[in-house]
């Protein structure tokens, strides 16, 4: 995660801020406030709490509606939901607290162009029922980022598009139903990790992990568009017929957090 974005998160005085902090870039997001706690973290590169309960058939979407408008500010969706019994506290709590270190994972390997604190802008849908420790959100998406980076075919988990192998296939076909199975079905080679996170609403974290398990394995592949391949695999060059690096073609930039811009 961006150096400056972390120390916005962790530092005085949040503990008197209730707002959001929006923050600009690709995927981007957004970190919702109450007295200096995280309640929610969005990020359009990874599945909400929203997405994880019903993508997943936790909960059917007639329940969502109904108990959508039934929500009130002094009663929101999440309390409604449990006083329902569509769902448990402490499931509810596990699933907000999954779907923001998603948010903030997505947030922090993405590109950050900068980011502005809106105090008392209150845009949160499906706060978490017990507020979130900034630091240790910080400290756990940052140890996430490190891990998925440090795997031995490294990919970024919103543009690398993936398709199943021959081997994985064959591995499909004879595979039991299951999570594995799930994955390998929706990689038709157009699709990311984040795809098919918000297809079978699934942790971003749990699929990019999973999917680095079929990359070692030779079951999954990379595959680049025809128009890229001469970018990524043949090399430019200069006047002189020298090569010259493309900026972006190693596609770090998709993996690696990068620092908001100077001036945020």
């Known amino acids: 995660m961006g150096l400056e974005l972390a120390r916005a998160l962790t530092e005085a005085p949040l503990d008197r801020i209730s707002g959001t902090l929006l923050v600009a ?3 981007g997001g957004s970190f919702h406030l109450s007295r200096g706690a995280i309640v929610e973290v969005v990020s ?7 997405t994880l309960l019903l993508r997943s058939g936790r909960i059917r979407e007639a329940d969502w509606a109904s108990a959508s408008e039934s929500s009130t500010a002094g009663r929101p969706i999440g309390a409604e939901l449990v006083a329902r019994k569509l769902v448990g506290a402490a ?5 907000c607290v999954a779907a923001a270190l998603d948010g903030a994972l997505a947030v922090g390997m993405g590109r950050i162009d900068g980011f502005n604190l809106e105090r008392d802008a209150y845009g949160c849908r499906l706060a978490a029922p017990e507020a979130i420790e900034p630091d240790w959100l910080v400290r756990e ?7 998925l980076v440090s ?3 490294p990919f970024s988990p919103f ?5 199943r192998t021959e081997a994985g296939t064959a591995a499909l076909d004879a595979a039991a139903a299951g999570e594995r199975r799930e994955i390998l079905l929706r990689l038709n080679g157009r699709r990311s990790a984040r795809d098919i996170a918000f297809l079978l609403g699934r942790s971003l974290y749990a699929v ?13 592949e990379a595959v680049v568009p025809a128009r890229a391949k001469d970018h990524l695999f043949g090399p430019a060059t200069t006047a002189g017929g020298l090569p010259r690096r493309l900026p972006g073609a190693s596609g770090v930039n ?6 908001p811009a100077a001036g945020h």
């Open 91 to 95: 499931e509810l709590q596990l699933i």
């Open 25 to 27: 870039g690709d995927p």
């Open 208 to 220: 990019t992990v999973e999917v680095s398990r079929l990359l070692v394995e030779g079951l999954v």
């Open 254 to 259: 998709d993996i690696l957090p990068l620092r």
């Open 151 to 153: 795997r031995r075919h």
């Open 44 to 50: 359009p590169g990874a599945p909400g709490a929203e």
């Open 141 to 147: 998406a940052e140890r996430r980022i490190r891990a």
């Open 159 to 163: 543009r690398t598009r993936l398709g």
